[in-house]
């Protein structure tokens, strides 16, 4: 049986009607990818308030890796609400906050020992992962990639890359905010063709790529010699897997000479893993296959599969630097996103888990790379595991972006009943944040769709 069920065009009436009150009600700055409105999810699958049945490719910007109402984060999230909501931990401790904690230290075993501090969002976690580092170094400056995105609060914009619509009129932002080259090879200067197409992209097994990564940190080094001088940089931000970005893969040979220059300067290296990590890139966090450790890893999203949950884990060095009272909020670590990132640990615990989210990965490279062979607008694809996308071009020679073409497809799918989002410096990047308990059958269905929005394009563009 089909997952994807129409009954009505899209967006239906009672969407319709919704969108309008919204645009009465609501301030514009959200922005939307589809224009229908949910009355329920499961799994893999979203419904709307018009019975239509959509395969969900974007699982709430990877928050749902472990589908909509996994049952056992269900399960823990309705025990801990008879128990109570909120105490705040700044008042009254409890014991789930303590439990994860002490679950999330365990994932970086070469930082040992570790520590974890618990925020509500991604930026509130970058930003509190900035102050860890200044305070420990004593020292102010920060660098941050091209096509990174930290967030949208003050100190993660002034992180993240792109302009429009992140940054635009909202300036002055936080000093001390340097920005250097991301190892984005399909677009370094002077290079033409695709060397991602190299096998060795992540692990260091193609010539090319070493050589690239040599390039780019040569690069990074001279720019933070030159424009800031080492001993005065606090920390390093980096995203393994360029996400907003463009699901840009950071190659390990880059990432493993930051952590060695950082090492020599006495800088903090800061993983953000808002995106990457629960299984998202087939590890629990993308680190972990890298063979990198960062002092400071943060997580957000799939930490608690769909609850306000986020945290900064590492060096209990850098973390002790800041005193008591230093960092805080409310509703940080709220007792029922711990429980429900409690029970999101137990889930990856399964072998099987990430296994299956593995072979989601493989059937998802082959599908885009067989559909990078039939369509001339595809100038590459990439990604890291299941974490995956296919960017859009007017000429693969030229590598003219088109961000045309990629919402067109978004547009398609959607209508014909698959949920997926467009992203990238330039808007022409189609990414494929799948449920990661999706079924090889589903991951068929939704593809084929994806490839009739392709298709499309021919006859729509011509």
């Known amino acids: 049986m089909a997952s994807i069920q129409l009954q009505t065009e899209i967006p239906g009436p009672r969407s319709r009607e919704l969108f309008a009150a919204r645009q009465q009600h609501v301030a514009p700055g959200p922005f939307h990818t589809t224009p229908v409105v949910a009355a329920h999810a499961e799994g893999a699958m979203i419904t709307d308030v018009d019975g239509n049945r959509f395969l969900d490719f974007a699982s709430g910007i990877g928050v749902t890796n472990l589908g909509h109402r996994d049952p056992a984060v269900m399960a823990a999230i309705a025990t801990q609400a008879e128990q109570f909501v909120h105490t705040s931990i700044n008042v009254v401790a409890y014991e789930g906050y303590i439990r994860l904690a002490e679950r999330l230290n365990g994932l970086l075993p070469e930082a040992s020992p570790c520590k974890t501090f618990l925020a509500n969002s991604g930026a509130e976690a970058v930003e509190n992962a900035v102050k860890f580092a200044r305070v420990a170094t004593g020292r102010q400056a920060v660098i941050a990639f091209e096509h990174g995105y930290h967030g949208r609060t003050y100190m993660a914009m002034a992180l993240t890359a792109k302009a429009n619509p992140y940054k635009s009129g909202f300036a002055p932002f936080p000093a001390e905010v340097y920005r250097a080259a991301y190892p984005d090879f399909y677009r370094w200067p002077g290079l033409s063709g695709d060397p991602g197409a190299c096998p060795g992209l992540n692990d260091g097994g193609c010539k090319l790529q070493r050589c690239l990564c040599r390039e780019a ?25 360029a996400g907003e970005g463009g699901f840009i893969p950071a190659p390990a040979p880059f990432l493993k000479l930051l952590r060695e220059w950082c090492d020599q300067h006495g800088v903090v290296l800061i993983f953000d893993e808002v995106q990457t990590g629960f299984g998202r890139t087939g590890s629990l966090l993308a680190c972990q296959q890298l063979g990198v450790t960062p002092d400071l890893v943060v997580m957000a999203k799939g930490l608690a599969n769909g609850l306000p949950l986020s945290a900064v884990t590492g060096r209990a060095e850098v973390i002790d630097a800041v005193g008591l009272g230093g960092v805080g909020g409310t509703y940080c670590g709220n007792p029922l996103a711990c429980a429900a990132a409690l029970a999101v640990l137990d889930r990856f615990e399964d072998p099987a888990v990430l296994a299956h989210a593995r072979q989601l990965g493989e059937q998802l490279r082959q599908r885009l790379e067989a559909f990078a062979e039939r369509f001339p607008r595809i100038g590459q694809t990439r990604g890291l595991g299941p974490m995956r996308a296919i960017e859009l071009v007017t000429d693969r020679a030229t590598k003219e972006p088109d961000k045309p073409a990629a919402q067109a497809v978004v547009r398609y799918a959607y209508e014909h009943g698959v949920i997926l989002m467009a992203c990238g410096t330039h808007g022409n990047v189609l990414r494929f944040l799948i449920p990661l308990t999706l079924t090889a059958e589903q991951l068929n269905e939704g593809l084929a769709v994806v490839e009739a929005g392709l298709e499309n394009l021919g006859s729509e563009m011509s």
């Open 217 to 241: 940190f040569a690069v990074f080094a001279e720019m933070a010699r030159s424009q800031i001088g080492e001993a005065n940089v606090a920390a390093v931000i980096i995203e393994p897997v």
